[in-house]
């Protein structure tokens, strides 16, 4: 089983997105507009990018990257088109070899995070184009490729690719809140709580705002590595709520820290157990 910090904390510095889906799911209009074509050959695999998801980071939110466009094999859960978590469960699970690039408001590349066979990781080449024919918040068209193959920087080998496509925009759901309103609902309040008690190494607190299931991994053998890696969680005080969304009995919120040179997303999912919210893988 993952440790707590890995199952409550995914930090990019830099985020990722809306859909390629079928015809019932998109106006009709879009529809016919979702389209891609190429694939992606890493060391002499070529694997064929089938369905194409765009979407534009929503107004207000501070993100270097405006436009994100994502790229697989199979098809993604509605969900997981503009939920990061949602979407590396998906990966994870359904085996899907994908590739997500950022975009910012000049239309250059500056964030590629590949989930194909060795090809893994965040990287950014001057050897990945890209030519966007249409660039806006209903639309992307382009072709993304390389000129010749590169090498893989982490792992022995070499991949290109070069693929067209043609995305309607998908809006991510408007969050139910976000900034100091959303620390001060049940949720925030309940994942600032969480967080003080992780920074400090506070076991008994801890296990007052976790899920039944986490408190038995936190009582077990690897307790004291769990206790040591959660003292790196955002400090309440100074990190920022980005979103905040809730769907019935689950909570997801995304915290943000920023830094000179950068910033920090982590995302937190939360269950209403009762009348209580508790922190949950």
């Known amino acids: 089983m993952k440790t707590l910090s890995v199952l409550y904390r ?31 050959t890493v060391n002499g695999k070529k694997t064929e990018f ?11 939110v501070k993100d270097m990257v405006k436009t994100t466009l994502i790229l697989s094999d199979k098809p993604l859960p509605a969900a997981a088109v503009t939920d990061s978590m949602e979407r ?36 950014i080449n001057s050897a990945h184009k890209a030519k966007l024919d249409t660039f806006s918040d209903q639309a992307l068209k382009g072709r993304l490729f390389t000129e010749s193959e590169l090498q893989i920087r982490n792992a022995p080998g070499a991949y290109s690719f070069d693929v067209q496509f043609n995305v309607a925009m998908t809006a991510p759901r408007v969050p139910d809140a976000a900034g100091a309103k959303a620390w001060e609902s049940p949720q925030g309040k309940v994942l600032a709580e969480y967080l003080r008690a992780a920074r400090a190494g506070d076991k008994a607190a801890l296990k007052r705002v976790i ?30 709520v980005e979103s905040l969304v809730v ?24 269950q209403r157990v009762g009348d209580a919210w508790l922190v949950a893988p």
């Open 10 to 40: 995914n930090t990019w510095g830099l985020a990722a997105m809306v859909v390629l889906l079928s015809a019932v799911l998109l106006p009709l209009g879009a529809a016919a507009q979702n389209t891609v074509q190429g694939s992606i």
């Open 50 to 60: 089938r369905h194409a998801y765009a979407y534009t980071r929503p107004p207000g």
């Open 88 to 123: 590396m469960t998906a990966q994870q699970q359904g085996g899907i070899k994908l590739l997500e690039v950022g975009f910012n408001d000049n239309k250059d590349i500056v964030s590629f995070n590949p989930e194909v066979d060795a090809l893994k990781g965040s990287r």
């Open 211 to 240: 899920t039944a299931d986490t408190v038995k991994e936190l009582e077990g053998p690897q307790s004291a590595s769990i206790l040591k890696s959660l003292k790196s969680e955002p400090d309440p005080k100074k990190a920022e």
């Open 247 to 270: 769907d019935g009995n689950v909570s997801k919120i995304k915290v943000v820290e920023r830094f000179k040179d950068g910033k920090a997303t982590s995302n937190y999912q939360l």
